[in-house]
């Protein structure tokens, strides 16, 4: 296992609240980069925090955010939740280069009924 | 457009035996990076191996080698003496040369035993 933990693993949502997941990052790593994963999917790049700046965004609208801290560890805040964001949403954590493994968590299987 | 394709969506293999997952992408980077994920029922990514494009010689980790042809924009991942505990989705990714990954569609691998 990584040392990567996401929070909760799994979540019901009703469609237009707004939900906030959360990731730790590995020891030694300052880049956090999370994605979307929908079913039969592969993962699709929502943003990447490094140095608790945001550092590229995928394709994915303002209501998609996030946050950095201190320590690394990051969160993703979804606002106005649609049944289309029912997905599996991974975090991976790495340095900002990549010449070092991305280490990813288990993921945060997210239903919007 | 940046794209990664995995044209098998289903693989199986027989215990022991050798099977090739394939890929292609598209890009007109030059200096980059090629990952195979592998992604159990547990949900959580599992780095593979990763191959850097600038180095001609194939990358091997065990029973896990590449066949990466870089004029041909190729990158197979080949599976030895296939084991049970390698059935799972597969996923080949490529971070383009910036911060992120850009994944396929995945391959399914049955293990038959």
């Known amino acids: 296992e990584t040392g990567v933990t996401q929070s909760p693993t799994h979540l019901i949502k009703t469609r237009g609240q707004q939900v906030t997941l959360r990731c730790s990052s590995q020891s030694g790593h300052n880049t956090v980069s999370w994605y979307q994963q929908a079913l039969g999917q592969g993962p699709q790049f929502i943003f990447q925090y490094y140095r608790e700046e945001e550092n590229g965004r995928g394709n994915f609208p303002p209501r998609f955010s996030g946050l950095q801290f201190p320590n690394y560890s990051s969160e993703l805040n979804v606002n106005a939740l649609e049944l289309d964001d029912s997905a599996l949403y991974l975090c991976?954590?790495?340095?900002?280069?990549?010449?070092?493994?991305?280490?990813f968590g288990q993921g945060t299987r997210l239903t919007v009924v | 457009a940046q794209t990664v394709t995995q044209s098998q969506p289903e693989m199986s293999v027989q215990e022991a035996e050798t099977v090739t997952l394939s890929c292609t992408y598209d890009?007109?980077?030059?200096?980059?990076?090629l990952f195979w994920y592998k992604q159990p029922p547990s949900r959580q990514m599992i780095l593979v191996i990763r191959?850097?494009?600038?180095?001609?010689q194939n990358a091997t980790e065990n029973r896990f080698s590449v066949n990466f042809q870089k004029a041909a924009k190729s990158f197979s991942l080949k599976i030895s003496d296939s084991q049970l505990g390698d059935a799972a989705m597969y996923f080949c990714?490529?971070?383009?040369?910036?911060?992120?990954?850009?994944f396929g569609t995945g391959t399914r691998l049955t293990i038959i035993p």
């Open positions: 191959q850097e494009a600038y180095k001609q």
């Open positions: 990714a490529t971070n383009f040369g910036n911060e992120k990954l850009t």
């Open positions: 890009t007109s980077e030059s200096d980059y990076y």
């Open positions: 991976a954590s790495s340095t900002i280069d990549m010449n070092t493994e991305a280490f």
